[in-house]
Each structure stands twice: as structure tokens, then as C-alpha cells.
């Protein structure tokens, strides 16, 4: 374990366009694992030029902010989360460090000596801030005597928003071919996984990527036979259970998410021109509801919301820590709940560059008066906004008002995204209802109930959207058990993602999301 915690750690191999690899006998120092390209030889200055090295560090400060956002998209599609600024401010702020179990290890990927990617990596000591749950595994393998952590993660701490996992440079893609660049990601992959196996690390996750990085590193999902898709589906897993080899490879895994989309399915995908325009998307009951919902809160208890974006937080003193304050205000109400951030963390990233991408959703009683100031703010959400996509982070409120919840994080923010162009909101991992696997409805209970155990958000207009991570699983034993659980919960979750896509509450969308 020592090994791995040393400073840039690193290890080599040939890249090869059209060649495959073959995996030496890895040696007990990381610095000597290499995989050499088969096919025959290759000149000394060929093999200078395709060498590929990963180096370990032990904090984003020793990557520089240039070196490091040269890997984010020109178009500013990237997430913002993988942005240096906000991965700094958790480390500096001290969120993240070896006290609160995650470690980090950050990967820079050499080809031919030049850097061309960063890789945000963690030692994991626990499962708390991740949003993709594994802690029934960490449960299984613990009852079966498998130490379970720590665990190498690939993420981005306490944040449930996809994105590039594997950042590489714009250069480096164009230069590169689909096929080639997918190799790349699945050498980095191989390399985390003899990092873990090397330093005893029970597996590696890769949380939050996208589609294309999980089917480089883990292949596509798997559709059952034609014969399984008219088999009962407990009859489908027995007999998946009994085909079952063990594979030494990463799994891929799904869950579920609940977007909005600017896309109105009623005038062939156009933006909505209003939040009414939203509205006359629902059912006549539906519509009636949201008004009196907005009504309860806008009227009846006179309260308003207003957007406070970049800079302009700064305007308002004492804004920043109110927020913060209201942050602490839900996790001080949850018996689960956990503080993540730290005040030191919001007062960083408002001096960083990073202020240009936050929003602050503030509501407060209109008899305040037309100026804003941070004491008469009674509820609010942290947002993020990048790219045309509004992330929704945290909620808190100091004073229960009914509705207030769904008036700020949603039909505020809905109206925000409307009125500015902004594609998609992405509200995070909350939500109502059932969430695991073995409890979801089954097609009768929603069929005779379309509201049975379903996400609150996705009857008010949210899409279910298929969120991706993949899995590699050091013990055989409990390789083979998650691969099974994983497969079916996959199984679930295509047929409820599919199912609720058709019935959207904004008009069916079958066919237009993944």
C-alpha cells in the first residue's frame, strides 16, 4: 500500500496502432509493469514515439491549471466538476484528504513523453459521497471475509453528474482514430486494474462516465437472447445464473437519473417560448397542480426567487455564507445526512475562476423589498450552470413553507433554464420513491398506478436518463456475485427507463433518449 501512496508512481508500454497488447508477468515495483505491443520489432525511435506512461500524483496542486484544463473540451461542453478549479478547492478546503477517506492519486497520461490526459483518482476508504452504491457489496464481501477497502474510484468526490472521466486532449483526439483513442482508455483501465491488484486494493470504479468511455473500457450492454425475452424473468436470471463464467474484466453498470429537457415534444423537439408553454405539455389535472403549487408559495405566503449568477454573488455580502448555512440547514434535518463541504470550500471556489459557472437560487419573502440582502434569504439551491446545462446541487431551507422545495429547485430553475436557452437540467441523485432494484414496481403496478414508487421529479415533466459506471472486482468469488446482481439490475432499469420515456408526463419521448 505504500507503494501506491509514494509520489508519481508510473508505468510504460508501446503504443501500437493496428497491434494488440499482451500482458507481461508484473513485477512487484508498479514502475516496472509494462505491456509490450505484439507483432514483431520495431525501431528504437518508433518505440520512443508510441510509448505510453501513466504517473501517479498526489494532489491535483501538482498538475498546473494550463496543463490540466487543456484537457477540457474548446466548446466548453466539459463538465464543470472536472474543471481544476473546483477539484482544488475541495482538496485545499480539506473536503477531500486523508482524514475524511478519499486519497488522492490523480493519473497523467505520456504519449511519446508528451502529456495528453489527466484521470481524477482516488484511494477510497469508505463508499460515502459516490451516488453509484456499492455498499451491499462492501456488506457482501465483508460477510464472506473479503476486505472490501480500501478501493480505487475514479470520479468526481460528492458529485453525481456524468462526464469525461478520462480527459485527453482536443490535439490528441483529433490526431487519433475512434479505435485508437478507445484503446488508450482501455490501457488506462488495465493499468488502474494492476494498480489495485499490485497494492491488494479490493477493485477499481469508474463512476459518471460517458457512454463511450464505459463501452471502450467494458464493452456494450447486453440484450438477453431472443428465446430469454419470452421467458419470465426469474426463470431468465436462474438461467443466467447457471451460464455464468467468471470474466477477469470490468462490468459495466446502469442506474437512473431524472432530467429536464428543453425540448418541447409537441412542436417536434423546438425549446419552450415560456414556462407556460412547459405547462401546456402536462394533462389538464397536472397543469391545475403546478399552478396551485407555484400559487401556494408565490401568493400565499408571498414569496419570491430570485437568481443571484457569477460575479454578481459577490455584490451581496454575506450572501456566501447564508448559503452555506442553508446548505448545513438539510443535513442538520436528515439522520443520514453527511457534511461534505465545508464553509472554506464555498469561500474558495466564489474567488476562483470557477464563480462564473455558480448559481445561487434565493428565495425570500417579498415584503423584504426589492434589494436582495443574504439575512432575509429563507431557502435556496447551489447551483451549477455550463455548457447549456443547469446542474442542480444543493437545497436547504431555514423556514418550512409547503411547496417551497418544488418552487426553488424546480419550476424557479425550469423557468431560469426556459428564459435563457439553457438544453437540460440535471436536478442530481435525490428523488421519491423506491430506489433499489429489488423493490422497483413491477409493469401492472404501473399500469393500474402510474404514480406507484416512481421518482416525484419524473411526474413533474423530469425524463429518466441511463447513467453509467463500470466495475472491476479483484476476488473471483465476489466478481461473480456483482456481475449477477449487475446484470439484472440492468435488465431492470432499461425496461423501467424505456416504459417511463413512453408515459413521459410531458408527452411520450420513447426513441429520443438513451
Same mark, same amino acid.
Not at 487519433?176 to 488506462?188: D, G, H, I, Y
Not at 428543453?262 to 401546456?280: I, M
Given at each position: 500500500?505504500?507503494r501506491?501512496?509514494?509520489?508519481?508512481t508510473?508505468?510504460?508500454?508501446?503504443?501500437?496502432?493496428?497491434?494488440?497488447f499482451?500482458?507481461?508477468?508484473?513485477?512487484?515495483?508498479?514502475?516496472k509493469?509494462?505491456?509490450?505491443?505484439?507483432?514483431?520489432?520495431?525501431?528504437?525511435?518508433?518505440?520512443?514515439?508510441?510509448?505510453?506512461?501513466?504517473?501517479?500524483?498526489?494532489?491535483?496542486?501538482?498538475?498546473?491549471?494550463?496543463?490540466?484544463?487543456s484537457?477540457?473540451a474548446?466548446?466548453?461542453?466539459?463538465?464543470?466538476?472536472?474543471?481544476?478549479?473546483?477539484?482544488?478547492?475541495?482538496?485545499?478546503?480539506?473536503?477531500i484528504?486523508?482524514?475524511?477517506?478519499?486519497?488522492?492519486?490523480?493519473?497523467?497520461?505520456?504519449?511519446?513523453?508528451?502529456?495528453?490526459?489527466?484521470?481524477?483518482?482516488?484511494?477510497?476508504?469508505?463508499?460515502?459521497?459516490?451516488?453509484?452504491?456499492?455498499?451491499?457489496?462492501?456488506?457482501?464481501?465483508?460477510?464472506?471475509?473479503?476486505?472490501?477497502?480500501?478501493?480505487?474510484?475514479?470520479?468526481?468526490?460528492?458529485?453525481?453528474?456524468?462526464?469525461?472521466?478520462?480527459?485527453?486532449?482536443?490535439?490528441?483526439?483529433?490526431?487519433?482514430?475512434?479505435?485508437?483513442?478507445?484503446?488508450?482508455?482501455?490501457?488506462?483501465?488495465?493499468?488502474?486494474?494492476?494498480?489495485?491488484?499490485?497494492?491488494?486494493?479490493?477493485?477499481v470504479?469508474i463512476?459518471?462516465?460517458t457512454?463511450?468511455?464505459?463501452?471502450?473500457?467494458?464493452?456494450?450492454?447486453?440484450?438477453?437472447?431472443?428465446?430469454?425475452?419470452?421467458?419470465?424473468?426469474?426463470?431468465?436470471?436462474?438461467?443466467?445464473?447457471?451460464?455464468?463464467v467468471?470474466?477477469?474484466?470490468?462490468?459495466?453498470?446502469?442506474?437512473?437519473?431524472?432530467h429536464w429537457?428543453?425540448?418541447?415534444?409537441?412542436?417536434?423537439? *423546438?425549446?419552450? /417560448? #415560456?414556462?407556460?408553454?412547459?405547462?401546456? @405539455? =402536462?394533462?389538464?389535472? %397536472? !397543469?391545475?397542480?403546478?399552478?396551485?403549487?407555484?400559487?401556494?408559495?408565490?401568493?400565499?405566503?408571498?414569496?419570491?426567487?430570485?437568481?443571484?449568477?457569477g460575479?454578481?454573488?459577490l455584490?451581496?455580502?454575506?450572501?456566501?455564507e447564508?448559503?452555506?448555512?442553508?446548505?448545513?440547514?438539510?443535513?442538520?434535518?436528515?439522520?443520514?445526512?453527511?457534511?461534505?463541504?465545508?464553509?472554506?470550500?464555498?469561500n *474558495?471556489?466564489? /474567488? #476562483?475562476?470557477?464563480?462564473?459557472?455558480? @448559481? =445561487?437560487?434565493?428565495? %425570500? !419573502?417579498?415584503?423584504?423589498?426589492?434589494?436582495?440582502?443574504?439575512?432575509?434569504?429563507?431557502?435556496?439551491?447551489?447551483?451549477?450552470?455550463?455548457?447549456?446545462?443547469f446542474?442542480?446541487?444543493?437545497?436547504?431551507?431555514?423556514?418550512?413553507?409547503?411547496?417551497?422545495h418544488?418552487?426553488?429547485?424546480?419550476?424557479?430553475?425550469?423557468?431560469?433554464?426556459?428564459?435563457?436557452?439553457?438544453?437540460?437540467?440535471?436536478?442530481?441523485a435525490?428523488?421519491?420513491?423506491?430506489?433499489s432494484?429489488?423493490?422497483?414496481?413491477?409493469?401492472?403496478?404501473?399500469?393500474?398506478?402510474p404514480?406507484?414508487?416512481?421518482?416525484?421529479?419524473?411526474?413533474?415533466?423530469?425524463?429518466?436518463?441511463?447513467?453509467?459506471?463500470?466495475?472491476?472486482?479483484?476476488?473471483?468469488?465476489?466478481?461473480?456475485?456483482?456481475?449477477?446482481y449487475?446484470d439484472f439490475?440492468?435488465?431492470?432499469?432499461?425496461?423501467?427507463?424505456?416504459?417511463?420515456l413512453?408515459?413521459?408526463?410531458?408527452?411520450?419521448?420513447?426513441?429520443?433518449?438513451?
Amino acid at each position: 500500500m505504500r507503494r501506491l501512496l509514494a509520489l508519481a508512481t508510473s508505468i510504460s508500454f508501446f503504443w501500437a496502432q493496428s497491434l494488440c497488447f499482451t500482458c507481461q508477468q508484473a513485477s512487484k515495483k508498479l514502475k516496472k509493469t509494462s505491456f509490450v505491443a505484439a507483432g514483431g520489432e520495431r525501431s528504437d525511435d518508433e518505440q520512443s514515439r508510441n510509448v505510453v506512461q501513466f504517473n501517479l500524483y498526489p494532489s491535483i496542486s501538482n498538475i498546473s491549471v494550463q496543463e490540466w484544463d487543456s484537457c477540457l473540451a474548446p466548446d466548453g461542453s466539459s463538465s464543470p466538476f472536472i474543471e481544476h478549479a473546483w477539484l482544488r478547492c475541495l482538496e485545499e478546503s480539506k473536503c477531500i484528504d486523508k482524514e475524511t477517506g478519499w486519497v488522492p492519486r490523480h493519473v497523467s497520461i505520456k504519449v511519446g513523453g508528451e502529456v495528453c490526459g489527466f484521470v481524477p483518482l482516488y484511494v477510497k476508504h469508505h463508499s460515502m459521497g459516490e451516488f453509484v452504491f456499492d455498499s451491499g457489496w462492501a456488506e457482501a464481501a465483508q460477510a464472506n471475509n473479503i476486505e472490501y477497502y480500501p478501493k480505487l474510484l475514479v470520479a468526481v468526490p460528492f458529485t453525481p453528474a456524468t462526464g469525461t472521466r478520462i480527459l485527453l486532449r482536443p490535439e490528441f483526439l483529433e490526431r487519433n482514430t475512434r479505435v485508437q483513442v478507445a484503446k488508450l482508455r482501455k490501457m488506462l483501465s488495465i493499468f488502474l486494474k494492476k494498480v489495485a491488484c499490485e497494492n491488494k486494493l479490493s477493485s477499481v470504479h469508474i463512476n459518471f462516465l460517458t457512454e463511450d468511455e464505459a463501452v471502450d473500457i467494458a464493452g456494450d450492454l447486453k440484450d438477453g437472447s431472443v428465446l430469454e425475452q419470452f421467458l419470465p424473468k426469474k426463470l431468465k436470471s436462474a438461467l443466467k445464473g447457471l451460464q455464468y463464467v467468471d470474466q477477469d474484466q470490468y462490468h459495466r453498470r446502469t442506474s437512473l437519473q431524472y432530467h429536464w429537457t428543453n425540448s418541447n415534444s409537441k412542436k417536434n423537439g *423546438l425549446p419552450y /417560448k #415560456s414556462f407556460e408553454d412547459y405547462l401546456q @405539455c =402536462f394533462k389538464s389535472k %397536472r !397543469r391545475i397542480t403546478i399552478r396551485r403549487e407555484r400559487q401556494k408559495v408565490q401568493v400565499d405566503e408571498n414569496i419570491r426567487v430570485d437568481a443571484v449568477v457569477g460575479k454578481d454573488i459577490l455584490k451581496y455580502e454575506g450572501l456566501v455564507e447564508r448559503m452555506f448555512e442553508i446548505y448545513r440547514s438539510t443535513i442538520d434535518k436528515l439522520f443520514w445526512g453527511n457534511q461534505y463541504l465545508s464553509l472554506d470550500f464555498f469561500n *474558495l471556489l466564489v /474567488k #476562483s475562476t470557477f464563480i462564473d459557472n455558480i @448559481c =445561487f437560487m434565493c428565495a %425570500r !419573502r417579498r415584503s423584504s423589498g426589492e434589494q436582495l440582502k443574504a439575512a432575509d434569504v429563507i431557502a435556496g439551491t447551489f447551483n451549477v450552470i455550463k455548457g447549456g446545462v443547469f446542474y442542480g446541487r444543493y437545497w436547504g431551507c431555514l423556514e418550512e413553507v409547503k411547496n417551497l422545495h418544488f418552487e426553488t429547485c424546480y419550476w424557479s430553475a425550469i423557468d431560469y433554464c426556459i428564459q435563457n436557452g439553457l438544453q437540460r437540467m440535471e436536478p442530481g441523485a435525490g428523488g421519491g420513491g423506491k430506489s433499489s432494484v429489488n423493490s422497483l414496481p413491477s409493469l401492472f403496478e404501473l399500469d393500474s398506478n402510474p404514480w406507484f414508487c416512481i421518482d416525484y421529479k419524473w411526474v413533474r415533466g423530469f425524463d429518466p436518463a441511463l447513467i453509467h459506471s463500470v466495475h472491476y472486482i479483484s476476488h473471483p468469488g465476489l466478481r461473480k456475485a456483482v456481475r449477477q446482481y449487475i446484470d439484472f439490475e440492468t435488465e431492470s432499469n432499461l425496461e423501467l427507463k424505456d416504459y417511463l420515456l413512453e408515459r413521459s408526463a410531458v408527452g411520450s419521448r420513447l426513441g429520443s433518449r438513451k
